[in-house]
Nanobody, 126 residues
Framework: QVPLVESGGGSVQSGGSLRLSCAASGPSYFSSCMGWFRQAPGKEREGVATIYSDGSTLDSVKGRFTISRDNASNTMYLQMNSLKPEDTAVYYC??????????????????????WGKGTLVTISS
């Protein structure tokens, strides 16, 4: 098991910022590919961003969200700026050691990763 613990969610007004963190336990190998996905009420899961152990990233919210990781502490971050009400969702971090670099660059695979956190709620008010 690779426990993943998210933090940093909360409620902010439109235009505000939040920084989500995801701390991974266990050997760093198990979190070689990490990512964030979100699920809004009544909607399907949506891959938001991924980051591989080599630092390569992919995100679906260009210009507003930035994914990063600190390999030394096995922690991943999602910096979210210029937040909009449509960003309201539960945000989950995920990790999977099986994912190669190419799979890690496929946002549709994020919610299929082996390990998930419990999620953190992000609420953006207009």
């Amino acid at each position: 098991q690779v426990p993943l613990v998210e933090s940093g969610g909360g409620s902010v007004q439109s235009g505000g910022s939040l920084r989500l963190s995801c701390a991974a336990s266990g050997p760093s190998y198990f979190s070689s590919c990490m990512g964030w996905f979100r699920q809004a009420p009544g909607k399907e899961r949506e891959g938001v961003a991924t980051i591989y152990s080599d630092g390569s990233t992919l995100d679906s919210v260009k210009g507003r969200f930035t994914i990063s990781r600190d390999n030394a502490s096995n922690t991943m971050y999602l910096q979210m700026n210029s937040l909009k009400p449509e960003d309201t969702a539960v945000y989950y971090c995920a990790a999977d050691p099986r994912y190669s670099g190419s799979w890690c660059r496929d946002l549709s695979r994020v919610s299929a990763m082996r390990y998930w956190g419990k999620g953190t709620l992000v609420t953006i008010s207009s």
